[in-house]
DNA sequence: GGGCATTCCTCCGGAGAACGCACTAATAAG
DNA sequence: CTTATTAGTGCGTTCTCCGGAGGAATGCCC
């Protein structure tokens, strides 16, 4: 039987070492720098067996000696450590964030911090692989920017705006038109030549806002993504969940209206059809003697228009509706409402209403509702938040 | 500094040993009697190291070996092996499930097997502390009927019909009249002297399908709970989930008709008003001459009959509309139909129908429709398995 | 019946991991 | 300068796991 190198066939005692040594990096990576003595602390471990682990991971270049030493712990007296941080030198992962009129690209160090961004406008009807082409070269020109090849990265996270199958890795047809038939994990990896994670703005969205936005720490919450489409990303427990085949979330094609107008998924009266952000303009936009951007409506509100805060508020009762169903299931701790309306208070007034009037009293009282704290980063955050998560996993 | 005999001070070499014991010991309590080899190879272990760690078990009292010896590896040649077995002599769990007219009792081994059981109709309308006596008398006598004492068990499962909260531990106010103000799980602990969980008749439902039924094996899915009242379990990522305060799976009072009838819940048209066994029974009774019962209207379903065909297939189909929803949100890969009437095709054929018809394509496609394996003993079963996970937390 | 292959299990020696202890290093306080 | 305090590191010990050798118990084939 040929040798095959599988993480399976590393002994116990490797697992153990490789399990303390994550501790010990991430206790780096979340606290920051940090003497021996505090990672001796913090993770339970031995003064000795830290001092050991920090040894293998300077050598192996994951962490190094800080020249400045820590002050000597808290007033009292004694040595002063000296303090040992993560390496932000090497490492590092890229995220990708394909929009339907846009790519957004960034690089970032291991512990989240972006180093390099850039947004291009592109068309998505485009033939997925030039939308790809030019995605690749911003991963190597903005990789060479914050100083490393993309040999460096340890991988990429992809944000694609459409549900995105869990075994085949393939868009779900018909919503992205040019991007039929192709993989396009399996594409950026043959491109780039490292490991590809995909996933859905909702899911990754969700992400974002829990480790690093509006549901940082909480454990159970609904992320809301009000755009062309709408979407919600599940936290659950602690881990975003995407369901048997990785389609979870689609909270779009919730029937809301028994007779009404026909969706593109050939239903009809589709949460989608009656609250896309196209649709809201839509609806909005006779009354107003300009063509209205999100931008417009957003300043309009702000101003306290009554014509849109009307529709904001509509909007977010009718999803508030389909919400309701859900955290009654669900039973979660917050609800965040994100896209581009996501900051409109209406809006998440409209939600709060809904969820009062048509979720069990319980569960009502045990969900907050937010907005989104990321806008229009959230997608590339949470694909950069999971090509960590990925990379954390091998070692 | 006082010594203290915390888990926390065990070595990290000692947590690896006990870890993996914890895993050859699991791997016999849910697979049976098997040979070390087996062991080392569903484990990952090295065939010397589960012999080591079998030797411990054996010598803590908690495996044995057993005398009779297994078939020599299917079909081959080779020694036999010696099969080693949990131990079912000590430790076992109790389990209480309380229904709106019964209190059901049963000890089982550490395995889930269970030793002595026994059902005692009670009147719910009683003030819930005699349902609790009654409950205490008869884990009292079964435990000594199955050789040993309350104080030998490790633990007791509570099943009760209730929404249930997860921090205080108190029944949802207005189901269960007579429990008012009654922390069931504090009451039992006083008078067992061991500790006791306590969780819903659908999560536990849910468990018990997950372990010992129709979804053994499956990551995700929904038990539909269709009786008095209507509720899901949800199992995500294979473990039971049940939201930020315990009430996840509270589907009855989706509003399923517009102005429908009035709910205990103060809405209207809510989806338990509209399909629970009551009312099924009673939109059935006009049309019969005999007062309709659940197994009588089983068996008239086995006969043929077109209007109780008719009646569940509809109410299938109300419930599967929710489930849709649900489905959408969730993409389980298997809906489970439990209460007494989940046996009934029509019911089951119903939801299957409302899946395809209302959730979307691919997550319809993805899901599968069942009865549920474990009919009345289900609550039973989940709380036994409940009893015995919480037991298995506390090495 | 006698090899022979096969599988199961255990003993043994070795390697790796974590730990406690003892020791040095570096500071503050008196 | 001495003492107290904290930080970091060699060293020997203990614990754990593993692979290989070898005995044990069977089926298969001649």
Redesign the interface.
Known sequence: MPYRADM?DRT??ER?RAA?RRAVLGALLTDGPQSRADLARST??SRT?VSSLVQDLIEHGLAVETTDRGRPHKGGSGRPPLLVAATSARGGVAGIDIGHHHVRVAVADRSGVVLAEDVQPVDVDDHGSATLDRATRMVRSLARASGREVADLRGVGLCVPA?IDRRSAQI?SGILPGWHDLVPTDELQERLGIPVAADNDANLGALAELHHGAAHGV??FVYLKLASGVG?G?V??G?L???????????G???ILEHGRVCR?TNRGCLETEVSVPRLLELLEPAYDETLTVDRVLALEAEGDAGVRRVLGDAGRTVGR?LA??C??????LVVVGGPLGSAAPLVEGVRASLDR?A?P??AA??RVASAALGARAEITGAIAMAIARAALEE
């Open positions: 399976a116990s005692l153990l303390n339970g471990l067996t549900p779900r454990g159970d919600a599940l659950l427990g881990r969940y995407r369901g048997a085949t990785g389609i979870a979330g689609e909270i094609h919730v029937q998924c389909a169903d859900l009654n299931s669900i039973n979660p701790s048509y069990q319980a569960t045990a969900v």
